[in-house]
Nanobody, 125 residues
Framework: DVRLVESGGASVQPGGSLRLSCEAS????????MAWFRQAPGKAREPVAA????????DYGDSVKGRFTISRDPDKDTLYLQMNSLKPEDTGIYYC??????????????????WGQGTQVTVSS
């Protein structure tokens, strides 16, 4: 079974930085799309960033473009999300997800079958 474990969430002040990690295991596909989504209380799950297995296509949600960077270390089977210039509206639970398809239309959360348990990010002064 696919297993995704996120870590790195914390409480930070506005303008600060965090790096989230998602350690993946349990699959042997070589073509896939991995993504980060987030969910604030009372809101729908929001797409944050996605990266395909070739590490060629990286895409971002409009609200994080220019501030967040998605990357992957294939040797460690780990996906990262570097978050800079954090804002209070970045607060939420951040989830890692994977699907064994391309990253076309990756922003549709329902198209991802496997999810991690989430890690809390709080941006507040």
């Amino acid at each position: 079974d696919v297993r995704l474990v996120e870590s790195g969430g914390a409480s930070v002040q506005p303008g600060g930085s965090l790096r989230l990690s998602c350690e993946a295991s349990g699959y042997r596909y070589y073509f896939f799309c991995m993504a980060w989504f987030r969910q604030a209380p009372g809101k729908a799950r929001e797409p944050v960033a996605a990266l395909d297995s070739d590490e060629i296509t990286a895409d971002y949600g409009d609200s994080v473009k220019g501030r967040f960077t998605i990357s992957r270390d294939p040797d460690k089977d780990t996906l990262y999300l570097q978050m800079n210039s954090l804002k209070p509206e970045d607060t939420g639970i951040y989830y890692c997800a994977v699907r064994f398809l391309s990253c076309a239309s990756w922003y549709v959360a329902a198209d991802f079958r496997d999810w991690g348990q989430g890690t809390q990010v709080t941006v507040s002064s």
